[in-house]
Structures are given as C-alpha cells and as structure tokens.
C-alpha cells in the first residue's frame, strides 16, 4: 500500500512539473494559443429606440459622462511632398479634406486641402499630424481614422484630464476601405479606462439629434451638436466603390477626423470622418460625414488580426438604364449591368460578359449595381456562389468562386490611362449619337494591345455635346452594337443608325487593355 501511495505522489509530480515547464516553454517562445492571442469582444449594441424628450441638462449631461472615452492623436511619418486623398481623388478641385489639423498660425508646416496633404519646409525632418479617437476597452483598444496613423512612424495618445502625458501606441488593424484603424495603447495608464458605448446606427433617421467630440485645430475635447442631415449618404471612395455614411450638420473641421459621433444617449453612432469645405475655407461648413458604428463593429474582429478580407469577383458594374431597361429582356429597372469583364478573374473564370445583366447573388435579388458591390465584398474569399444573369435576354446561372479584394492593385488598374491614336482623319459622324468613326487599322490594333484578329470601329472624336459625351472616348474601339458584332467603321454605322431616336444602343467597346460595355441614348 506504501509502495502505490509513493508511486502516486511522484506521478502527480512528474504531472505538476511537466505543465509548469510547458507553461515557461510557452511564454518564453510566445505560443500562447491564438485565439486568446487575437480575439477582442466587440462591444455591446444598444438596439432600443430613442425616446424621450430633450431638456436643458441633456447635452451637458452627454459630453460630460462620454468625453473621458475621447483621446487625441499626434502622429509622426516621414515627410512627403504630396499625400493622397484617400476620399475624392486628391484633384486640383477636390473639395473632400482629410481632417489632419493643424493649428491656426502653426508655421513649420504648410497645410494643403484641410491637411489631407502636407509639405515640410527643408528643416523639417517629420511630417506631423493629429487627430481624435475613442477608447472600446479596458485594455486601451482604441478605434481612429486609417488616414489618421496611415505609415505614422510614431503615435502618441494623450487621455482626457491628462494633456501633459503622452502613451505611445501601435496599429493593430487597419482598413483602407472604410478609413477605419484600430490602435491600441503599448504602455497601461493608471486607473481604469473608460469606455465606448455603442448605439445602433442603423436607427439614425435625417432629424436626430447628435453631439461630436474631437479634437479641431488643438483645441482639444470640443463638443459641436447637430442633427443627422441623412442616414445612407453613398460616397465614391475609390472607382467604383462607395461607402454608405452619416452626414450631419454638428460642427467638425480638421482635427476631429476619428472622434465620435453620438446619439442622445451618449451612445457611438459614427466616427467622424471627412467634410466637404469651400474653396476658400478649410473648414466647417455644415456637411460633414460619419463611419457608421455598425460598420465599424461588424470590422473589429477582423481588425484585431491586423487584416480585413473582401471578396472579389472581378467586374465593373454600372446602374441598368432608367429608361429602356425592356431592352435588355427585365421586366422592372432591378439589377447591376456588367461593364468589364477583368481578364483571368473569378468573372472570366466563369464566363460572365460585358452587357449581361447580374439580377441574383448567392440566392438573393440585386436591386441596383451598389447594392451588388456590398454583396460582394461581404463574401468570404474562396465561396462559390450562384449568379443569375440576363444574357440576350435569357436567364441562365453561372457558379463564381470568390476571389480575394487587393484594393492598391484595383485602383492601380483603373488609374491607367487610355491610349489614343492620333493619326491620319478621315472620319464620318454615327448620326444621332455624335461620333466620329473610321476604320481599324492593324497597328493602330496592336497599339492599342488588342489580341490579335480583334475587329472594330475606332472612336476618333466624340462631340462633347452628343449624346455619346461621357459614353464613349477618343480612342475607343467598338467591337458589337446590339449584340451585332462589327467589323469596320461601315458596320458601325450601319448599326447605330437602325437604332430609332431616343432608344439606346448597347455598346462593346474595347478601352484601355480590356472590354467595356456602355449604353448610349440616341438623339
């Protein structure tokens, strides 16, 4: 009995000393599991209704129970001569501003575009900016603007009732797409943070009150009350792609970009994001725009893993026509009309074309061509869907499997530039549509890198006030009208001509390094 007892006790041992070794091992080689290593609790959603009347207390109340969760953000990058918009293209006219603040009279840096773009005078080694941000957890999890710690060197964060004590921190997540970014503090504060409550986004109606806080022009924990201008404002974020915001009219200018916009139970509805300023003003001018905040917590998890997947499957899609949509064989104007087709994309793969119509995605209706990029993106890469088209007016199904969104590669391919040919005139006007056409040549075809044997009628000249204008360009080469195939300048002709007046024609063009279709509305 002795000999069993002992026999026990050194097993037990030998068991004790096995996991406490195994525990060392683990955190010294950093193998703790990976989910405890990348999961974060998305904060809890209040879904009840708004209710109740306002009086005088409530927005006091509001901004000084939910301020302390409101952070302000400096960052440090390597100077460039010029940064991009992210949000509007960056253009000469472009009047969407990054809100990157700097204040009045600052002189080390010159501020372009509300401070979407900076120069630095030749002392200055580092580009700075700031911003605002929210505090979603105790353990310094912190939701900001991507643009606000995009290729930052350093970032500091500094809490409310401490300006004097800056805390380093790190991005954890970020995503170009949505301009959100998820940091999270490298050193703890004392005490416990406060943080975030989440409201439900999608109850925000036009007429709502809302309270931002944030940051502008170093005047830090500003608070600005508004109402919600509109709910589902679509904005163009890159080439065809669109982001749904909040606009509101509550006060925000450059240095509130990643601060909170909130209901009026001091809850997170949005983050502020961009606002559209004057040519003579940087400033508010009482449109500004919001992330909603279902939007952002439908991202956190993925941000937490320092990636956000898409799916992609390799087409540009335009609206079906308001007008004429009976020509394409649709009893009502639903759907998204394919405009190119990508070449050895998940599309191509599976034989979709341009001029079909996408109507059904994985077993559900497509209303309209946004409404299929928001399917689409949603999509886990590596799914195989069903896609239901109108081709020629015949419904048939094909299967996609989804490939994985590269957001730089696609904007990289829709910035190239068309090539256009400039050689000998000989041109004759498509009546009714203002376009100039003439023959396809062989070199002008491998010039413009068509695939050898491609036919077609070039586009010489577009009268800018045709009805082409906007359709077609100098340089396009149409390949079939109506479904007809031509071959020459003279069957293009043909072709648009037996279109009656106010009709439109359906186009294949060849532009650029691939098909695109359009439709065009006779005269």
């Known amino acids: ?64 129970a939910q301020t302390p969760m409101v952070v302000s953000i400096r960052t440090e990058m390597n100077a460039r001569n010029e940064m991009t918009d992210f949000f509007g293209g960056g253009g000469p006219d472009d009047f969407f501003h990054r809100f990157f603040g700097q204040p009045p009279g600052q002189g080390d840096e010159d501020q372009k575009g509300g401070g979407g773009q900076r120069r630095r005078r030749q002392s200055e080694p580092k580009a700075r900016a700031e911003g605002s941000g929210f505090i979603i957890s105790k353990d310094g999890f912190i939701v900001t603007n991507n643009h606000v710690v995009e290729d930052a060197t350093k970032i500091q964060v500094s809490l409310f009732g401490d300006d004097e004590t800056q805390y380093n921190a790190k991005v954890i997540g970020h995503d170009q797409l949505t301009d959100t970014a998820l940091i999270q503090l490298v050193e703890k504060p004392k005490g416990v943070l406060p943080e975030a409550k989440f409201g439900d986004s999608s109850q925000m109606a036009p007429g709502d009150w809302v309270m931002a806080i944030g940051n502008p022009f170093q005047f830090q924990y500003t608070v600005t009350v508004g109402v919600v201008s ?150 886990k890469p590596g799914t195989t869907v069903p896609v239901k088209i109108i081709r020629n ?97 003279a069957d293009a002709r043909a072709e648009l001509q037996k279109v009656p007046d106010g009709r439109i024609a359906r186009i294949l063009l060849w532009r650029g390094d691939g098909e695109v279709f359009v439709t065009v509305k006779k005269d």
Do not use: C, W
Not at 35 to 46: C, D, E, L, T
Not at 253 to 271: A, C, T, W, Y
């Open 1 to 64: 009995m002795s000999t069993r007892k002992t026999t026990l006790f050194y097993a037990l041992l030998i068991a004790v000393a096995s996991m406490a070794v195994g525990m060392v091992l683990a955190s010294r080689l950093d193998l703790a599991p990976q989910s405890a290593a990348q999961s974060i609790a998305v904060p809890s959603m209040n879904s009840a209704p708004l209710t109740g009347a306002l009086d005088a207390g409530t927005f006091r109340n509001i901004a000084k």
């Open 230 to 379: 509109a709910s589902q404002r679509s904005l163009r974020v890159t080439e065809g792609r669109n982001n749904d915001m909040l606009q509101t009219d509550a006060a925000i200018n450059p240095g509130n970009s990643g601060g909170p916009l909130l209901n009026v139970r001091g809850e997170v509805i949005g983050m502020n994001t961009m606002i559209i300023s004057g040519s003579r003003s940087e400033g508010n001018l009482g449109i500004g725009f919001a992330v909603p905040s279902n939007t952002i917590r439908d991202l956190l998890p993925q941000l937490r893993t320092g990636k956000v997947t898409r799916g992609r499957i390799g087409v540009s899609v335009t609206p079906v026509p308001r007008e004429d949509f009976q020509e394409f064989g649709l009893k009502s104007r639903v759907g998204a009309v394919v405009a190119t087709v990508a070449p050895g994309g998940a599309s191509a793969k599976a034989g979709l074309e341009p001029g079909d119509v996408i109507t059904e995605y994985n077993g559900r209706p497509v209303q309209g061509s946004d409404d299929l990029v928001k399917m689409v993106v949603a999509t």
């Open 393 to 489: 007016k015949q419904e048939k199904t094909l299967n996609v499997t989804v490939d994985e969104l590269d957001l730089a590669a696609e904007q990289g391919a829709n910035n190239r530039g068309n090539r256009n040919d400039n050689e000998q005139q000989d041109d004759e006007t498509g009546s009714g549509f203002g376009v100039s056409l003439r023959d396809l040549t062989p070199s002008i075809a491998r010039r413009l890198q068509m695939p050898n044997g491609r036919t077609g009628a070039l586009v010489s000249d577009v009268d800018p006030n045709g009805a082409a204008a906007g359709f077609l360009r100098q340089g396009d080469v149409i390949l079939a009208v109506n479904g007809h195939n031509v071959a020459t300048a």
